[in-house]
């Protein structure tokens, strides 16, 4: 574990994905808004934390396939929003959506059991989201919500604990 700046891992994930997310003949560009609040660095294994936000922001480019069809009218534009805040308990909140078409409540449920996917065979492992859980959970002592619904933007919320160099929260 060290101290790390996590927006440096957040744009060097977005900037891996660029060839995916970019503009193709086929297929519109992926719109990235970012928000970032003033955020202290946090203790953390930074390379397990950079593979959440990989896995989530992937999943989020997914999610938006359908939107990205340049023969289709869509009434939005496929894009994705990241947000960071400090909170008053202590703790660091990285929010990442999309406006894709939502989730169920049945795939909901079961989306951070290890091997749930609802990508085609040969199309993923459906080991990201229950990875992310645990490392966000189990290895950093922090949450990682949901918030869903058909028709509906979908929203990861990563929730870690802000710790010193000693390990107590700041």
Do not use: W
């Amino acid at each position: 574990m060290k101290p790390v700046n996590l927006h440096e891992g957040i744009d060097s994930t977005i900037l891996i994905l660029h060839t995916r997310i970019k503009e193709k003949s086929n297929l519109r560009e992926v719109k990235i808004v970012i928000n970032y609040d003033q955020l202290p660095q946090v203790i953390c294994y930074v390379s397990q934390m950079n593979q959440v936000f990989m896995n989530l922001l992937t999943n989020g480019v997914d999610a938006l396939e359908p939107l990205r069809d340049r023969q289709e009218e869509f009434e939005h534009e496929p894009t994705m929003a990241i947000s960071t805040e400090a909170t008053e308990s202590k703790t660091v909140k990285i929010k990442i959506a999309d406006n894709g078409s939502g989730i169920n409540a049945e795939v909901l449920s079961k989306i951070f059991d290890p091997f749930f996917t609802t990508k085609p065979v040969g199309t993923g492992t459906g080991l990201g989201l229950s990875i992310s859980y645990s490392i966000v959970v189990e290895k950093h002592g922090g949450d990682l919500s949901r918030v869903s619904g058909v028709g509906k933007d979908t929203e990861f919320i990563i929730e870690v604990p802000i710790k010193s160099a000693t390990g107590n929260y700041s």
